[in-house]
């Protein structure tokens, strides 16, 4: 599996939001990670 096409500055900013390491973040399945940034989005909105 080929590592996510993002800038470092955003992997290390889901790294940092899911805490998770930044290797872990790049070669994480796809629809995990969205899964994780909908979950991350959804909490930010039950907070406000």
Do not use: C, W
């Given at each position: 599996?080929?590592?996510?096409q993002i800038s470092l500055e955003?992997?290390?900013?889901?790294?940092?939001?899911?805490?998770?390491?930044?290797?872990?973040?790049?070669?994480?399945?796809?629809?995990?990670?969205?899964?994780?940034?909908?979950?991350?989005?959804?909490?930010?909105?039950?907070?406000?």
């Amino acid at each position: 599996m080929r590592p996510h096409q993002i800038s470092l500055e955003t992997a290390q900013k889901l790294a940092k939001a899911l805490g998770v390491p930044l290797e872990q973040v790049m070669h994480m399945p796809q629809h995990i990670l969205i899964q994780k940034l909908m979950e991350i989005e959804k909490a930010k909105k039950d907070e406000r």
